[in-house]
């Protein structure tokens, strides 16, 4: 192991633990900009991928067109609850607008005899976690979003089609407050060590 390598190491034994997920809400500028968007997506194609399938995208929702978003979120919602209140409709509209950077990241699966379908999905969580990581890196925080929004199939037309669906709506920026630690899960309740069956 180089030098270097040892370097990178400890530096991600101090990374690992400090990153946090922000709420989108407590998102200001500066957020990263495309040419960085660019850069965290290539950083988050490090990501295990059996086929060699890239069954995700990423679509990038630019400032000037939340209120677009904004607008076929809600049309898809009005359709679906044609009742819908007042505080509905502005939650929805407020959920557009959050974060100085959006991303949708699409599940996207390819037709295959060899890599199942729950595999695919699996490496597209793990897209979408290097992405929090690479905006991390950079010096951002992100928040992983799902909701109503991420399981219409009119909101997921606005950026792809069947058999792609939303995995999630990632926000990208600058927290407004000190991020605080949650609480975890024990570690006896995650990890075990395997005791092979009786007789085997």
């Known amino acids: 192991m180089s030098k270097n390598q040892f370097n990178d190491l400890t530096s991600l034994a101090t990374y690992l633990p400090s990153r946090r997920s922000g709420r989108p809400r407590n998102m200001v500028a500066p957020g990263p900009s495309d040419a ?5 997506v290539t950083m988050a194609m490090r990501t295990p991928d059996h086929g060699k399938l890239a069954p995700w995208r990423v679509v990038a929702v630019a400032a000037d067109q939340r209120g677009q978003l904004a607008h076929g979120i809600k049309s898809a919602y009005r359709k ?3 009742d819908a209140g007042r505080m509905e409709l502005e939650g929805l509209e407020a959920m557009a607008h959050e974060a100085p950077a959006l991303l949708i990241l699409l599940s996207s699966p390819v037709d295959s005899t060899k890599i199942p379908l729950w595999e695919q999905e699996l490496s597209c969580g793990a897209f979408a ?7 991390h890196r950079l010096g951002f925080v992100g928040g992983w979003i799902t909701g109503w929004p991420a399981y219409n199939d009119d909101v997921r037309d606005l950026f792809g089609s069947a058999p792609e669906k939303i ?3 990632l926000y990208l920026g600058t927290s407004n407050i000190e991020l605080t630690e949650r609480p975890r899960p024990g570690l006896a309740d995650i990890l075990s060590f395997w005791t092979p069956p009786n007789g085997q």
């Open 167 to 169: 995995a999630g709506f």
């Open 36 to 40: 960085q968007i660019a850069d965290i």
């Open 129 to 135: 976690m290097n992405i929090l990581h690479a905006a």
């Open 80 to 82: 679906e609850k044609p």
